[in-house]
């Protein structure tokens, strides 16, 4: 068996392959790794067949919508999860096939609803239901302690002791443990009455993750993150340098129409010399009138080169290929010292 193990700011995820059929899953992709493990894919010369996620992740971007798309196969989860991208609906004591092994599922809501513990071989994929030295929290969306202590002390903790427990998260850089170490030394383990366990559970009193909401939305709907919206939006158009936008104005180039697509009171404020104000909230409502000509050479800006980015797009996408996004914000200009003009559009 081929076996990747990688990780994204403690977040673990696997690409395990059959060395005889090539074929290989990927569990738990986290979207900042897509173009890793399709490259460790092709370095070990595997076809991924199947993208799992052991559960629907309140703290970091799944990838399987994309990878699905890109790859155009199979998104397997639980059948309790929420997100309408899931393509295989799996239930406990269920099983995948890919190549020479198989990927038995078992069922251990508690983290979330639609936890799934992955067995493969000797290797148990415990998503977060089971954690080196702790356990997934149950204080998130459909999170529930009773479920957790059933499905660890009912289910989990009697499979073979020698099973390799390779979990969601590890922060500490533990590649993995076994079920023996675990109930020998995991804390929580030691809690083995369910009252204090559900008590313990209760009174974690954790943070929330950063991103949850975010993480949340986009992992339960397929939608897309804001870093995606802007990642396509940057692939998709060109940019000027601060430097080379000051030269122009330095040289008196009149062909450039430079846009400011903040707010009023902030171009007024201070803009770039000679700079249009077109709010990002206003653009397709009056570009006909304030752009008649599609062939025009436009610069965009904004405060920190994010939302000109996005605009810049729009403007493509509407026709205006000469286009190009600012590099940079009215903030780095303003770092710069470089020239700018208060007061309303001439
Ligand atoms: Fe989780």
Request: proline share 5%.
């Amino acid at each position: 068996m081929i076996f990747e193990q990688l990780s994204a700011g403690g977040c673990q995820s696997y690409l395990v392959g059959c060395a005889e059929s090539c074929a290989a899953v990927l569990i738990d992709p986290e979207i900042s790794l897509i173009d890793r493990y399709l490259a460790l894919a092709a370095r070990d010369g595997l076809r991924l067949q199947y993208l799992v996620d052991t559960h629907t992740h309140a703290d970091h971007f799944s990838a399987t919508q994309q990878l699905a798309r890109q790859l155009d196969i199979p998104v397997a989860m639980h059948r309790a999860s929420p997100a309408p991208f899931v393509d295989l609906r799996l239930d406990d004591g269920e099983m995948l096939v890919f190549g020479r092994h198989r990927i038995q599922v078992l069922h251990t809501p508690g983290h979330t609803r639609d936890s799934m513990c992955l067995r493969v071989e000797d290797r148990l994929f415990t998503g977060d239901t089971l954690l080196i030295g702790a356990t997934g929290r149950t204080d998130l969306p459909s999170g529930d302690p009773e479920a957790l202590y059933d499905s660890l002390f009912g289910r989990v903790l009697k499979l073979d002791a020698a099973l390799l427990v390779h979990p969601a998260h590890e922060y500490k850089g533990r590649g993995h443990t076994t079920i023996a170490q675990e109930i020998a030394s995991n804390p929580r383990l030691q809690v083995r009455d369910r009252g204090a366990f559900v008590a313990m559970m209760h009174n974690l009193n954790l943070g929330m993750p950063t991103h949850v909401t975010e993480a949340l939305r986009t992992n339960m709907s397929g939608g897309k993150t804001v870093a995606q919206m802007l990642a396509e939006a940057s692939a998709a158009v060109p940019f000027m340098s601060l430097d080379e936008l000051k030269s122009r104005i330095d040289s008196g180039h009149s062909e450039l129409v430079i846009l400011d697509v903040r707010e009023r009171d902030a171009y007024e404020e201070g803009h770039i010399p000679g700079a249009r104000l077109l709010p990002r909230g206003q653009l397709e409502l009056r570009v006909n009138q304030d752009l008649p000509d599609p062939t025009v050479r436009i610069v965009v800006s904004c405060e920190f080169g994010r939302i000109s980015t996005l605009a810049t797009a729009t403007l493509r996408s509407m026709g205006f290929q000469r286009a190009v996004a600012l590099d940079g914000g009215l903030k780095a200009w303003r770092a710069n010292a470089y020239p700018l003009r208060p007061g309303k559009e001439p």
